[in-house]
C-alpha cells in the first residue's frame, strides 16, 4: 500500500514539475508573524492567517509586541532566528536590511509586491500608509491648526509627545526644521525650533492619556499618526485630526519583513503576498484608516478622505531622509531627552 | 496604656493604608463596568459588555491560561530551588552565605531588558530561543529573588534548636522537616509562593523578547495592544475578574483551611 | 563570631548546588556577556555591535550629567519608596496579625491584590486617580481646598506614589510571616518589667522583626531600582529613572553596548552602596 503510494506521489511530481508553491502541503508547520496586538492581530488573523491556514494547511502563530522589541529579538537571534515574518516601522526597514537581518523585497518572490506604488519597498515591503498629522483640542483650536499655529505663544507647553525615538518625534523635528527654513539634516536648527514649543505636558504611553487631557483642553495638540487616532476620534467629542498642508503630513510607513534565514521562507513569502492584496489592504483601509500601499485598492469617496490613498497624496507628504535619521538615532535621542523634555 | 484612643487612630490608620493600596483598584473594578469604549473613571453609563467580550475573546482566553500554566510551572520551581538553597544557607552558615545571598538577588538588579536580551542571544547559540523550556528559565530566574529572599528570612526566624529537641527525641531528618520545619515555615512558603507567582504572571519585559509566539501570555497581549491603540477596556474587566476570583479563593480556602482544622 | 553549623557543610552544598546552577546559566552567564558588551560598540546607524575595547561607553555616562543624574535620582527614589513602604507596613502587618481574627486571609489577600492584576492596570487606575481631572484634585476642588490642580503626575510625587503602591505588598507579606512568628508574650513581658512602648520596639520587637525588614526593603528597594511600567506611565516621560533610560537605549535605540554600561555603572553604584552600608553597621554594631 504504501509503496504505491509512493509511486503515485513520484508520478505526481514528475507530471506537474512546474506546480506553483503554494500548492505543496504545509500541514504541521508553523510560521510565525511578529505584530502589534490588537485590531492588526485581529485584520491579519481574519485575512491573511486563516486564508492561508485553509490553503496551506500550515498554522499560523503571532508574536505581540512593539516594534523595537521585534528589532531587538532579530538581531539577538540572527544566527537561529524563530519569526518568518515581522511587521517593523519606516525607519527600522532600511537598517534592518543593510544589517542582512531581512529578506530584500521582491517581486519574483512575492508577486503583489509590484502593485505596490514605485519606490515605496525600501528596506521591507510596505504595509501601510500613515501620515502624521495634528491631533488638537477643538476648545483651543476652534479652525483645524496649521503646523505653524502650534508655534503660538499660548500653546507654549501644551503639546504632548510619543516617547522618542519614534517616527513621530522624527517626523516632528522635520517639521519644525520646515518652520525653521531648513530640513532635517540640520538637527541644531530643528531642535532649537522644537524646544520652542515648551517641555511637553506628557509622553505618552497609550492614546487614553492624551486624549482625556486634550478633550478638557489640558492639552492643546499632539503631532501623531493617522489611523488608531481617526478611529479613536468617535470616542472623544473635543478631539480633532488634521493633515496640514505647510510642509504636508509627514508619510510615515508601516512595512512587513521576511526575515532573513527563518525556518518558514515560502510560507512567510506567501503570507506577505496576501497582506499585500488587495483584500487585506481595504480592510485595513475601512477598519483601521491605514492607507493602502496596494495600487489596485479602490476606496468609496468617504473612505478616501479618511487614508492616504492616491499618488497625488502622497506627492503632497513631507518624505523623510530615513537612512539618514536613523544614523542619528543616538545622538537625536540625546538631544530630545534633554534639550526637549528636560529643558 | 493603651487607650481607646489610640486603638481607635491605629484602626484609623490601618484603613487608611488598605484604602491608598486599594484605591486604583476600586476605581479599575469600577471603570469595568463603564459602558464607553475608553478607561476612564468615573464611569458614564454601566453595562456589561466588557465582560461579555472577555468571555467571548479567545485569545484573551487562551492567553490567561497561558499566563497561570507558566506561573504556576515557573514559581513551582522557583519556591523549591529557592527554599531548599535559603536552608542551606541558614542551617549550615557557610562561608559563601552571603555571596549566594547576593548572587540570589542580583537578578533584581539589573534592567530585565538588557537582561532579556543577552538572554536571548545565548539562547540563539544554544538553539533553545523561543522554547518553552527557555521560557520557564528566565521565569524562574526572575521570580527567584523574591522567593529566595522570603524564605531566607523565613529560615532566620526559626529556633533550630526546635529541630534538634525533634531529632534528639527520635524523629528522622524526613519527620523533622515534615512535622517541624515545614509546618513552621508555612506562613514563608506561602508568601513567596505568591509573590513568585505573581511576578512571573505580570512580567511584560522578559516574556515579550523570550516567549516563542505559542507563548504570548496576558499582560503580554494587554500591553502590546495598549501601546498601540491604548487600553483595551476588555482588558479591565479581566483585571477586575481576576480581582474578585483572588479574594473568592482567599475567602473559600480560609472557610476549608478552619473546616478542616475542626474536623 | 562565627556561628556552628546544623548540618553537615558536603549537604549544605548540595541544597545550594541546584539555585547556584540555574543562577549561573540563567543569570550570570548573560551577565558576563552584558559586561563584555558594554565594552564594544556601535557604529552610528547600525544596530549590529563592534566587537572592539573601548571605553566611550563609560566615558558617555560618567561626562554626562544627564545619565548619572537618572541613576541618581533612580537611587534615591528607590531608597525613599523603601522607607515609606516600611513605615506604612509595619502597622499593617502587625495589626493584621494581632487584632484580626477571622478576616486574617481576606485582609492579607487584599494587601496582595496591587500584585494581582500586574503593575499595569493598577497604574492606570492611578492616573485616573491622580490626574489634573481625576478625582483627587476634583474632590479637592469641589471642597474648596486648592483651586488650580495639584501636579501629582510626572514628577517624583507620582512615581513614589505609585511605586509605593505597587510594591507594599513585597513588604507586607514578608513582615506578617516574620511578625507572627513573634511569641505574643515577649511584648508584654517586657511590658510587665516597666518597659515604655519606646523601649520595647527598639529592643525587642524590631530586632526580632529584623530578617522580615531586611527581606522586604531588599525586595522593595530592588524591585522600585529597575520599575520600568510604573515610573514611565505616571512620570509621563518625565521622571528620568535607571530603567527608563536602559529601556530606551536597549529595546528603542538598539545601543546594547551604551545600555550594558548603563547598568554597570547602576551596579557599581549598588555595590558602593552596599559596601558603605556595611561598613556603617558594622561601625553602629562595635558601638553597642
Known amino acids: 500500500m504504501k509503496r504505491i503510494a509512493c509511486y503515485a506521489a513520484l508520478t505526481a511530481v514528475s507530471l506537474f514539475p512546474c506546480l506553483p508553491a503554494f500548492a505543496q502541503d504545509y500541514s504541521g508547520r508553523t510560521l510565525v508573524v511578529g505584530t502589534w496586538g490588537g ?291 543616538s545622538d537625536w535621542t540625546d538631544r530630545w531627552n534633554k534639550q526637549i523634555l528636560g529643558q | ?164 529537641a525533634a531529632k534528639s527525641l527520635g524523629a528522622s531528618p524526613w519527620q523533622v522537616v515534615r512535622r517541624i520545619t515545614l509546618p513552621l515555615a508555612l506562613p514563608g512558603l506561602l508568601s513567596s509562593t505568591a509573590i513568585a507567582f505573581l511576578v512571573s504572571f505580570n512580567d511584560v519585559v522578559v516574556t515579550t523578547l523570550i516567549a516563542g509566539a505559542g507563548w504570548i501570555t496576558f499582560p503580554v497581549r494587554t500591553f502590546s495592544r495598549l501601546r498601540t491603540e491604548g487600553i483595551d477596556p476588555t482588558t479591565i474587566a479581566i483585571g477586575a475578574m481576576i480581582v474578585a476570583f483572588t479574594i473568592l479563593v482567599i475567602v473559600l480556602g480560609q472557610r476549608l483551611f478552619q473546616l478542616s482544622r475542626r474536623l | 563570631m562565627k556561628q556552628t553549623p546544623d548540618i553537615k557543610p558536603i549537604a549544605t552544598a548540595l541544597l545550594v548546588a541546584p539555585a547556584a546552577i540555574l543562577m549561573f546559566g540563567v543569570f550570570i552567564l548573560p551577565f558576563l556577556f552584558l559586561v563584555v558588551l558594554s565594552f564594544w560598540s556601535q557604529a552610528p546607524g547600525s544596530v549590529g555591535m563592534t566587537p572592539s575595547f573601548t571605553l566611550a561607553n563609560y566615558a558617555r555616562i560618567i561626562g554626562d550629567s544627564y545619565y548619572l543624574g537618572g541613576l541618581w535620582t533612580t537611587l534615591w527614589l528607590s531608597g525613599l519608596v523603601t522607607l515609606l513602604c516600611l513605615v506604612l507596613a509595619l502597622p499593617l502587618a502587625r495589626w493584621i496579625v494581632l487584632h484580626a481574627k477571622r478576616s486574617k486571609g481576606l485582609l492579607i489577600g487584599l494587601c496582595i491584590l496591587p500584585l494581582v492584576c500586574g503593575a499595569l492596570l493598577p497604574t492606570l487606575g492611578l492616573v485616573n486617580l491622580l490626574s489634573p481631572l481625576g478625582f483627587i484634585n476634583g474632590a479637592l476642588k469641589s471642597m474648596g481646598l486648592i483651586k488650580t490642580s495639584l501636579p501629582l503626575l510626572g514628577n517624583i510625587a507620582g512615581v513614589s506614589i505609585g511605586l509605593v503602591q505597587a510594591f507594599l505588598p513585597l513588604m507586607i507579606l514578608p513582615l506578617i510571616s516574620t511578625i507572627e512568628r513573634i511569641p505574643h508574650d515577649y511584648e508584654k513581658a517586657a511590658m510587665s518589667l516597666g518597659a515604655t512602648r519606646l523601649v520595647v520596639w527598639r529592643r525587642v520587637l524590631l530586632p526580632l522583626m529584623l530578617p522580615g525588614i531586611v527581606a522586604g526593603s531588599l525586595l522593595v528597594f530592588c524591585a522600585s531600582l529597575t520599575a520600568f511600567v510604573t515610573p514611565q506611565i505616571l512620570g509621563q516621560g518625565k ?22 554600561a548603563l547598568g554597570m555603572v547602576m551596579l557599581l553604584f549598588l555595590a558602593l552602596a552596599g559596601l558603605v552600608g556595611a561598613l556603617v553597621s558594622r561601625g553602629l554594631g562595635r558601638r553597642t
Not at chain 1, 505581540?64 to 526597514?93: C, H, W
Not at chain 2, 549566594?100 to 534592567?111: C, D, H, N
Request: aromatic share 10%; glycine share 6%.
Open chain 1, 39 to 329: 485590531d492588526i492581530e485581529r485584520l491579519l488573523r481574519e485575512h491573511v492567517a486563516g486564508p492561508l491556514e485553509a490553503k496551506t494547511g500550515a498554522k499560523v502563530e503571532f508574536l505581540l509586541g512593539g516594534s523595537g522589541d521585534r528589532m531587538s529579538k532579530m538581531v539577538a537571534e540572527r544566527n537561529n532566528p524563530t519569526m518568518d515574518v515581522t511587521f517593523q516601522n519606516i525607519y527600522e526597514a532600511p537598517a534592518a536590511l543593510k544589517e542582512g537581518l531581512v529578506v530584500a523585497p521582491d517581486a519574483a518572490l512575492v508577486p503583489t509586491a509590484a502593485d505596490v506604488w514605485a519606490g515605496m519597498n525600501d528596506g521591507c515591503y510596505a504595509m501601510s500608509l500613515v501620515g502624521l498629522g495634528i491631533a488638537y483640542s477643538k476648545a483651543l483650536f476652534p479652525e483645524a491648526p496649521e503646523w505653524a499655529d502650534l508655534w503660538k505663544a499660548e500653546f507654549k507647553g501644551k503639546m504632548a509627545y510619543a516617547p522618542y525615538p519614534s517616527s513621530e518625534g522624527d517626523g516632528m523635528l522635520a517639521v519644525a526644521a520646515r518652520i525653521a527654513g531648513v530640513n532635517e539634516h540640520d538637527p541644531d536648527a530643528a531642535f532649537a525650533k522644537l524646544a520652542e514649543l515648551g517641555a511637553p505636558v506628557l509622553s505618552y504611553s497609550s492614546l487614553d492619556e492624551v486624549f482625556t487631557l486634550m478633550d478638557a483642553g489640558e492639552i492643546a495638540a499632539a503631532p501623531m499618526i493617522s489611523g488608531y487616532v481617526l478611529s479613536n476620534l468617535g470616542n472623544y467629542e473635543g478631539i480633532g485630526f488634521v493633515f496640514p498642508k505647510d510642509p504636508g503630513p509627514v508619510l510615515v510607513r508601516d512595512m512587513v519583513c521576511q526575515v532573513a534565514n527563518s525556518p518558514e521562507p515560502e510560507l512567510a513569502q506567501m503570507f506577505i503576498d496576501l497582506a499585500l492584496s488587495v483584500e487585506t489592504q481595504t480592510a485595513y483601509a475601512k477598519e483601521l484608516n491605514f492607507g493602502p500601499t496596494n495600487s489596485k485598492v479602490e476606496l468609496t469617496e468617504e473612505e478616501a478622505a479618511r487614508v492616504i490613498n492616491t499618488p497625488e497624496e502622497v506627492k503632497s507628504l513631507l518624505q523623510l531622509d530615513w537612512s539618514y535619521v536613523i544614523e542619528q538615532r
Open chain 2, 1 to 164: 496604656m493603651t487607650s481607646r484612643f489610640g486603638k481607635a487612630m491605629l484602626l484609623a490608620a490601618v484603613l487608611a493604608i488598605l484604602l491608598f493600596l486599594l484605591a486604583p483598584i476600586l476605581v479599575l473594578i469600577l471603570s469595568a463596568f463603564d459602558s464607553g469604549n475608553v478607561f476612564r473613571f468615573p464611569p458614564k453609563g454601566l453595562s456589561l459588555r466588557w465582560f461579555e467580550t472577555a468571555f467571548n475573546h479567545a485569545e484573551y482566553r487562551s492567553s490567561l491560561w497561558i499566563s497561570t500554566v507558566l506561573g504556576l510551572l515557573s514559581t513551582a520551581i522557583a519556591v523549591g530551588l529557592a527554599s531548599l538553597a535559603a536552608f542551606g544557607l541558614v542551617r549550615g552558615k557557610p562561608s559563601y552565605r552571603l555571596a549566594m545571598e547576593v548572587l540570589l538577588l542580583a537578578p533584581l538588579t539589573l534592567p530585565l531588558v538588557v537582561w532579556a536580551i543577552a538572554l536571548l542571544s545565548i539562547y540563539a547559540q544554544l538553539g533553545i530561543n523561543g522554547t518553552l523550556l527557555g521560557l520557564i528559565l528566565a521565569h524562574v530566574t526572575i521570580t527567584m529573588p523574591f522567593a529566595a529572599r522570603i524564605m531566607i528570612a523565613t529560615f532566620d526566624e526559626i529556633d533550630p534548636n526546635l529541630e534538634a
Open chain 3, 239 to 260: 521622571v528620568v529613572t535607571f530603567a527608563s533610560l536602559a529601556y530606551q537605549q536597549a529595546a528603542m535605540v538598539l545601543d546594547w553596548p551604551f545600555a550594558s
